[in-house]
């Protein structure tokens, strides 16, 4: 058999060789490997995926990384294959650590973005801040429309529509208890109320005050828009309300 001389040179390149080529083959999945620009990294086999996480790590006073596009796509998109069950991580996650804010969204447009649900019965997000959060009009609350609810000009039109007057047995109006009562008079056991407008078609009720009574006091429309008439059988201080 023929002999191969084997010179020390052949020696160190095989070193080499072995040196650069048994790591990469070791490490697998395209860990430790550049990223090729406008390729898929590592690779579209699913078997090359990466198997630990690629951090970049920066220490400066700006950002630690910056992704742009100049044309008139996005400027970057994650995907991920979180599942719904508690404590999965996000998708995406932005965690200061020196107590400024985690994220700013800015648009030179008049939409500054959209958040979709699966299931549009499901809720866009949630927190656990209780302050308020300054320009958000929020359309709706406790599943309830923004037209569900009634504008302070119609609370206060419907607090005006509430009337009431406590009226003595003597047929004067309690001044400490009277919402639009202008006057009373009574002529026998039967009080007119006149109130500060029209109450012709208005409902009204009349409680006695103070001991129980056995005969219920009977209302009806006053011969002027303004006025109601009750009748208590005797003599008997009563409570008028009016609701319009």
């Known amino acids: 058999m023929k002999r191969i001389p084997f010179s020390g040179r052949a020696a160190v390149v095989c070193s080499l060789i072995l040196a650069i080529g048994v790591p990469t083959t070791a490490m697998g999945f395209g860990e430790g490997r550049n990223l090729l620009l406008g390729k898929r990294n590592p690779s579209s086999n699913p078997s090359q995926s990466l198997t630990s996480e690629t951090q970049i790590i920066a220490n400066n006073s700006t950002y630690g990384t910056r992704q742009s596009n100049k044309g008139t796509g996005g400027g970057a998109i994650y995907g991920c294959?979180?599942?719904a069950t508690a404590g999965q991580p996000a998708?995406?996650?932005?965690?200061?650590?020196?107590?400024?804010?985690?994220?700013?969204?800015?648009?030179?447009?008049?939409?500054?973005?959209?958040?979709?649900?699966?299931?549009?019965?499901?809720?866009?997000?949630?927190?656990n801040a209780t302050g308020v959060a300054t320009g958000l009009n929020a359309d709706k609350?406790?599943?309830?429309?923004?037209?569900?609810?009634?504008?302070?000009?119609?609370?206060k039109a419907e607090t005006?529509?509430?009337?009431?007057?406590?009226i003595?047995?003597?047929?004067?109006?309690d001044t400490n208890h009277n919402r639009g009562g202008?006057?009373?008079?009574?002529a026998g056991s039967v009080y007119t109320v006149t109130f500060n407008r029209d109450v012709s078609k208005c409902s009204y009720t009349a409680s006695p005050t103070g001991a129980a009574s056995a005969q219920s006091p009977g209302v009806d429309a006053g011969a002027v828009a303004t006025q109601v008439t009750v009748d208590t059988g005797t003599?008997?201080?009563?409570?008028?309300?009016?609701?319009c």
């Open 160 to 166: 005006a529509s509430l009337l009431g007057a406590q």
């Open 182 to 186: 202008v006057s009373a008079s009574v």
């Open 235 to 243: 003599p008997k201080a009563f409570y008028l309300q009016v609701v």
């Open 168 to 173: 003595t047995a003597t047929g004067n109006v």
């Open 81 to 83: 294959r979180a599942t």
């Open 91 to 127: 998708c995406v996650r932005a965690s200061n650590l020196n107590g400024g804010q985690a994220f700013q969204f800015t648009t030179t447009g008049a939409n500054a973005g959209s958040i979709t649900v699966g299931n549009p019965a499901g809720a866009p997000f949630t927190t």
């Open 141 to 155: 609350v406790d599943g309830k429309d923004a037209t569900d609810f009634a504008a302070a000009t119609d609370l």
